[in-house]
Nanobody, 125 residues
Framework: QVQLVESGGGLVQAGGSLRLSCAASARTFSSYSMAWFRQAPGKEREFVAV????????RYADSVKGRFTISRDNAKITAYLQMNSLKPEDTAVYYCSAGASVASFTDKIGGYDYWGQGTQVIVSS
């Protein structure tokens, strides 16, 4: 069982930056793909970014490409999402997820085994 705890959300003006963190409970963290999803009010949860177990490969949703950067520190068993040039449409609850299989390097919700409780990001215009 892996527990994930997100932090770093908050209120920021458009054009600003935030860094989200996802602290994991298990030392096996280094073998998991880690991803960020988000869910805006009244909308379905959507993929934001994923990073492979070694940190060598990443993938982003088109809506955040060039503005967001996903990273991980396996020694600290923590994943990060650096969000720059934030827009009001980035407002959502952001969720961290972990997937144990090779197929977990995906933009599909079903590819992940563990989820955090979410952290709220509000971008004001």
């Amino acid at each position: 069982q892996v527990q994930l705890v997100e932090s770093g959300g908050g209120l920021v003006q458009a054009g600003g930056s935030l860094r989200l963190s996802c602290a994991a409970s298990a030392r096996t963290f280094s073998s998991y793909s880690m991803a960020w999803f988000r869910q805006a009010p009244g909308k379905e949860r959507e993929f934001v970014a994923v990073i492979g177990w070694s940190g060598g490969i990443t993938r982003y949703a088109d809506s955040v490409k060039g503005r967001f950067t996903i990273s991980r520190d396996n020694a600290k068993i923590t994943a990060y999402l650096q969000m720059n040039s934030l827009k009001p449409e980035d407002t959502a609850v952001y969720y961290c997820s972990a997937g144990a299989s090779v197929a977990s390097f995906t933009d599909k919700i079903g590819g992940y085994d563990y989820w955090g409780q979410g952290t709220q990001v509000i971008v004001s215009s």
